[in-house]
Each structure stands twice: as structure tokens, then as C-alpha cells.
């Protein structure tokens, strides 16, 4: 049902203007208010679309919490601190945090909670799941009090959606998304001067015919909003997803019933995300006038911030069963050969110096 109204909204678009950038329609596959999959029912957890960190294991958020915690210490404690989570999904993660916080820094735990979700959907989720004194919604980042803010965004630069420029052997140009009798993506107009720099072609040296890269210009704004509200009112963003360290690459995916699909034909009914580039999120900290940490990898992050003796801790002498479902988790969270590599961790701080655990060489 979905699937057939984002076709009936691309291919009017595309009678009205031409072929559509990819964000455009990635963003609306997502959050359009009549069609857009976050709309829908239980599309995260086990019997959904897609899995997430928080929904695999409540140490995620516990070893969140104990980061958070201690960045919110090593900030000198202030009374007006707020926490904040970018795209909360079904309110796992921040309900496991607040626990946590309770028990390991209880004067933080209550600070006034502030998520940005875009989805009625899981915000009812979020309502049900979370017992917490105050909480706000918002659509923006901007709406954030000017207070210092302390910042987790799990998965949620994937889902911002990204553009496509592709090399044709002398110059680079748009990639498009066009339908004839199905969604195509075609070569479109050569990129302008702006256009060129917003891409940041100069940093690919040597593009061969065909090479892809790829640039988000709603993630850089949240990035730039972010790194502003961090270097004026003090706090620090925590950034988790998919990624890497160059624009380099077509990275756009889509997943359903936890199964990879054709991202296009399958727009409205299944998660579309693509990998985040972390050499942008740092370019764009840095010129905002704030710091950026990594990134490292999700494995490294976890390890170093004490997964495993987390997990031992967990651990019931009598239970055999309760233990092999906790190191189970650990390993999916860790693994090379599943979350541990791909997903990235990176840092927003204001200036400063020296390395928080997770982020310190082995
Ligand atoms: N952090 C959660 C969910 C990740 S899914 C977890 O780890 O389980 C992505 C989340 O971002 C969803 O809650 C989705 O509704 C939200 N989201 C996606 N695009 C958004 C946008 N443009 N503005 C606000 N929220 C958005």
C-alpha cells in the first residue's frame, strides 16, 4: 500500500520537475505523513523490519548511560544538564539509560529528557515505554533549550538520506532517481560551483569513470546545529551508525523482514538508510567551531567501555541458558563478522583536550 503511494508521489514529481534527488526521495519514503515507513507499526525489534543495538541487548544502553554519565562529570556536573535523544524509535534505549543513570549517577538521571522523532507512531511508543518526570518532543533539533545537552543519536544520521554525484570521466554530476516502468536512477546536469563544494569533490583525488560519492546535506545541518548548541551551552553528542571515513561509495540500502531489498520498489515499506560519513560529521563539527572524537568502531567503543565485564557481571551461576543469550548479545554487538566493524562512534565535545574512554588507543 505504501509502496504504491511513494510511486504515485515520485512519478508526479517527476512529470511535474524531472528526475528527483535521491534525498528528497529517500526522506519521503521515510517521514512523508501519508505513506512514509516510520509511520507504520512495529517496524524495529525481532518480529519487525530491522534490529537495533538497544533492542538487542539492555547493556547497550546501560554502557551509554555510564558514558554519558561520565562526560556529564567530567563537565562538572551542571545542575541545568538535559539529555537528549535524536530519533528514539521505540524508546528502548532511553528507558534502559535512565535506569542505569539511576543507579550509577542518580542527581543526572532525571534531567529533563528532549527527543527528536518524527514519527506519531513511535512516539507512542516512546509515551508507553518511558517513565520518566519530564519529557519533551520535538521536530527539531533547534528547539533544544539553550542548556548543556548531553546527546545520543543511535541510527538516526542513516535515515536523514543523502544525495548521489557521479563521475562521467571528465566531471562530476547528479544522480537522479527517474521512473519509466519502474524507478531508474539515471545521470542528470552537471554539479555547480556550490553544488561541488557541498559534495566536497576536491577531497576524491583521482575519481575514475563511474565513481559515486555520496553527501548529506540534512545530516550536515544537523551536525552544524548540534556542534553549535555544544560549543555554546557545553555538553557532548554521541553519534552511532553505519559508516565511514570518506563520501565515497553508493551506500544506499533498504531492509525488510531483516532481509536486504531493491531500495526503490520497495520505498514505504521498507527501512532505507544509507552509511554515514563521519569525515563530513568532522569537517562540518570543526568548522561550527566544536570537536570531534573518532570515529572508532562500535567493537572498540563497547569493549573499551567494559561490555564484557558488564556481561560477567550479568552472568547467573544457575543459569546456563539466561548466560548464553547475554554473550550472545555481546558478540552480535561486537563481532567483526556483525555490528562490531560496521557500525562507527564518534564524538561531538566542545574545544578541549584529551581522550574519554572508548575513544583511547588500545
Ligand atoms: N535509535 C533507535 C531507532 C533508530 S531508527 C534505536 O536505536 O532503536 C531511526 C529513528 O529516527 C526513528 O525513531 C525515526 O522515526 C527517527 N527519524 C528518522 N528520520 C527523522 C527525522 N528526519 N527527524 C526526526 N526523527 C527521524
Request: net charge negative; with cysteine.
Amino acid at each position: 500500500m505504501s509502496t504504491q503511494k511513494f510511486q504515485e508521489w515520485g512519478v508526479e514529481q517527476i512529470k511535474k520537475s524531472g528526475p528527483i534527488r535521491l534525498s528528497n526521495a529517500m526522506s519521503n519514503a521515510l517521514i512523508h505523513p501519508d505513506f512514509g515507513y516510520y509511520h507504520s507499526q512495529d517496524i524495529i525489534g525481532k518480529k519487525g523490519d530491522f534490529i537495533t543495538a538497544p533492542e538487542i541487548s539492555q547493556m547497550f544502553g546501560e554502557l551509554i548511560a555510564a558514558f554519558l554519565g561520565f562526560i556529564w562529570d567530567q563537565s562538572g556536573r551542571p545542575s541545568n544538564a538535559l539529555l537528549c535523544e535524536l530519533g528514539p524509535g521505540r524508546g528502548t534505549l532511553s528507558a534502559d539509560i535512565h535506569s542505569a543513570l539511576h543507579q550509577i549517577y542518580p542527581d543526572f538521571a532525571d534531567a529533563p529528557l528532549h527527543l527528536i522523532e518524527a514519527s506519531q507512531t513511535l512516539q507512542e511508543h516512546q509515551k508507553a515505554t518511558l517513565i520518566h518526570p519530564s519529557i519533551d518532543w520535538h521536530d527539531s533539533f533547534t528547539q533544544i533549550p539553550p542548556q548543556p545537552s548531553f546527546i545520543i543519536a543511535n541510527e538516526f544520521f542513516d535515515a536523514l538520506g543523502v544525495d548521489q554525484a557521479i563521475f562521467d570521466g571528465v566531471q562530476w554530476r547528479w544522480r537522479l532517481l527517474d521512473f519509466t516502468t519502474q524507478f531508474e536512477l539515471v545521470t542528470g546536469p552537471v554539479l555547480n560551483q556550490s553544488e561541488f563544494d557541498a559534495f566536497n569533490c576536491i577531497s576524491v583525488s583521482n575519481p575514475t569513470k563511474g565513481t559515486v560519492i555520496e553527501s548529506s546535506l540534512k545530516s550536515e545541518e544537523v551536525t552544524c546545529d548540534i556542534a553549535h548548541h555544544i560549543k555554546n551551552y557545553g555538553g557532548a553528542c554521541l553519534i552511532i551508525d553505519y559508516g565511514k571515513n570518506n563520501p565515497i561509495g553508493d551506500t544506499i540500502q533498504a531492509v525488510s523482514s531483516h532481509k536486504p531489498v531493491e531500495p526503490w520498489s520497495s520505498a514505504g515499506n521498507a527501512d532505507i538508510s544509507h552509511w554515514v560519513d563521519f569525515s563530513a560529521i568532522k569537517r562540518l563539527t570543526e568548522k561550527s567551531g566544536a570537536r570531534f572524537i573518532g570515529p572508532v568502531s562500535q567493537s572498540h567503543f563497547l569493549s573499551q567501555i567494559g561490555i564484557k565485564q558488564r556481561a560477567e557481571r550479568l552472568a547467573k551461576s544457575d543459569n546456563p541458558e539466561h548466560n548464553r543469550a547475554l554473550f550472545a548479545a555481546v558478540d552480535r554487538l561486537i563481532s567483526p563478522a556483525h555490528m562490531g566493524n560496521l557500525f562507527q562512534v564518534g564524538l561531538i565535545v566542545p574545544t578541549g583536550k584529551g581522550l574519554p574512554p572508548g575513544f583511547q588507543p588500545d
